[in-house]
């Protein structure tokens, strides 16, 4: 069964920092991969997606995540956060080709920037 | 907001009870997914519906089932609840086409709280 890793359950950074999420996943054929991201009290939104071509993904609000094969990962950055970034962020990842478009997600990192 | 409503926003049920969530996608759209959050953790798929057919299923017991309508709308049936399915129950939809290169668009959920 394929499976999501997200290895910082917590991360704590400044205003101006930059931030990188690590993300990993275990199925090795052709996958899609997504981050989203949980706002404080709002529902799940999408931050960007990777289905094919330039591994390197720009999403909304400056972040950006760069597929490489080899390392089966999938790692969001921005280069400087804001307060408002403050938030959960989930890697997840769905087979291409999968019928049923299950979305297996990681366990979450919550991000806090202090202003 | 992604247009996709669940309803109702929190419930408490005792153990044993069974309980209905709902789910209304967002317009045009055919696929509507079933996830649970427990806290702390990221969402498990529990099952997807494809123009009212169920179209996979996560690692849930039977007495998780579902319906969707003819007007792609969409229930969550959990009988004989336990304290584990304490959780948020979150609902996706998505367009409907090419086998996993779909954006899920997620509504806000339902917290479940079982006593």
């Known amino acids: 069964a394929q499976s999501v890793s997200q290895h910082n359950h917590h991360v704590i950074l400044s205003e101006a920092a930059s931030l990188e999420l690590g993300c990993n996943y275990s199925y090795g054929g052709t996958v899609n991969l997504f981050w989203y991201v949980q706002y404080p009290g709002q529902h799940l939104q999408l931050l960007l997606k990777y289905f094919s071509g330039d591994p390197l993904v720009k999403g909304i609000k400056g972040f950006e995540a760069e597929f490489i094969k080899s390392k089966f990962s999938f790692n969001l950055r921005k280069p400087s956060v804001q307060w408002s970034d403050t938030a959960e962020y989930f890697c997840?990842?769905?087979?291409?080709?999968?019928?049923?478009?299950?979305?297996?997600f990681g366990g979450g990192t919550r991000l806090m920037v202090k202003p | 907001e992604t247009g996709v409503t669940q309803s109702p926003t929190h419930l408490i049920k005792t153990r044993g009870q069974q309980v209905t969530l709902r789910c209304s996608s967002q317009?045009?759209?055919?696929?509507v997914s079933w996830y649970q959050q427990a806290l702390g953790q990221g969402p498990q798929f529990i099952f997807q519906?494809?123009?009212?057919?169920?179209?996979g299923r996560g690692n849930f017991p039977p007495r998780f089932s579902g319906l969707q309508f003819p007007n792609y709308s969409s229930e969550l049936n959990v009988n004989a609840l336990e304290l584990d399915d304490s959780a948020l129950y979150l609902c996706?939809?998505?367009?409907?086409?090419?086998?996993?290169?779909?954006?899920?668009?997620f509504g806000p959920g339902t917290r479940l709280l079982v006593l």
């Open positions: 996706a939809s998505s367009p409907g086409g090419t086998a996993g290169q779909e954006t899920q668009y």
């Open positions: 519906y494809y123009r009212e057919e169920e179209n």
């Open positions: 317009s045009g759209h055919n696929t």
């Open positions: 997840a990842v769905n087979r291409q080709g999968n019928a049923g478009n299950m979305l297996t």
